[in-house]
């Protein structure tokens, strides 16, 4: 860019000479630079010039144009810098915020999942309780309920009609949940009494297993038997879907999955959050350096238009 430049009046020179050396038409221009105010003030008019005698030599109208059009550009390069840092100050804010956003969708996505999670660990050890609670329930009815009686009213139940077999089921799931609430001592009063009530009516417990007698006799006299069934038929299954149910093990796996869809969600936020908190990092530093390059301009506007 253009810089003022010094002249040293020689011995004999002609002003004339000097002009046209830096395009100029008239000593005025050069003589009237407030650059020139302490010479003007000693020698009064250009004529009075003497050898030795230092002129500041302005810009041409050539120059001049090429300095005000280098004005513009430059008021131009600031209003785009200056917006450019908004706009990344702006989008530093907002990935930030975002970011922390993220973060907070992940906690509280933990804290859901932590919470299915950990009702779902309270209801699988209830039930474990529950099952251990029963066995000795279940061992002493096994007494009265012995599995070779089992098979005394086989060939009467296979024979009942469709209506018959569900009133079965569905007064095996009642005794079930009566014989699950119950003291162990009211429990042998009760199985003691209903298989001697169903014996006179020509009906034992095998009505209750048709059809399962194969795959759950064998469950009959596992511990934890009862205590895996009862809340199936409380929720409405079959007497066949049921005693070949394993509830602590659905329950096991449900909370092994919802631990993989909370781990996978919560890890998601968190990367997302990450790159968000680079990306506010990264305008801040883009606007860090455009600031510095403005006040470069804004030196070099001011020095211009002095």
């Not at 010094?6 to 050069?30: P, Q, R």
């Not at 329930?137 to 139940?157: E, H, M, R």
């Not at 469709?162 to 119950?182: H, P, Q, T, V, Y």
């Amino acid at each position: 860019m253009y810089v003022d430049k010094k002249h040293k009046i020689g011995k004999n020179e002609k002003l004339d000479s000097v002009i046209k050396k830096y395009g100029h038409k008239d000593w005025k221009i050069i003589w009237k630079d407030k650059a020139n105010a302490s010479l003007v003030s000693k020698r009064k008019e250009p004529e009075n010039l003497q050898p030795g005698d230092v002129v500041i030599i302005p810009p041409n109208a050539k120059q001049a144009q090429e300095i005000a059009e280098y004005i513009f550009k430059l008021n131009e390069s600031l209003v785009a810098e200056r917006a450019f840092v908004d706009s990344c100050n702006g989008f530093e804010q907002r990935f930030t915020r975002m970011a922390a956003q993220n973060r907070k969708y992940a906690d509280e996505l933990a804290d859901e999942y932590g919470d299915m999670i950990h009702k779902i660990k309270l209801t699988n050890s209830s039930t474990k309780r529950t099952s251990d609670g029963v066995d000795v329930a279940a061992d002493i009815a096994l007494l009265f309920v012995a599995i070779g009686k089992l098979g005394q009213a086989s060939s009467k139940a296979a024979k009942s009609s469709g209506a018959e077999l569900k009133k079965i089921n569905d007064d095996a799931a009642k005794d079930a949940m009566a014989f699950a609430a119950s003291p162990v001592e009211k429990v042998i009063v009760s199985a003691c009494g209903k298989f001697l009530s169903d014996a006179k009516a020509g009906r034992s417990y095998t009505a209750l297993f048709v059809g399962d007698l194969v795959t759950a006799s064998a469950n009959l006299t596992k511990p934890s038997f009862w205590g895996k069934t009862i809340v199936k038929l409380h929720d409405g299954a079959s007497w066949s879907e049921a005693v070949t149910a394993d509830l602590s093990k659905d329950l096991d796996k449900a909370i092994e999955k919802l631990e993989r869809d909370r781990d996978a969600a919560v890890r998601g936020f968190l990367t997302t959050a990450k790159s968000l908190e680079q990306r506010a990092v990264e305008m801040k530093k883009a606007a860090k350096n455009a600031g510095s390059h403005i006040k470069k301009l804004e030196r070099e506007l001011s020095d211009l238009e002095s």
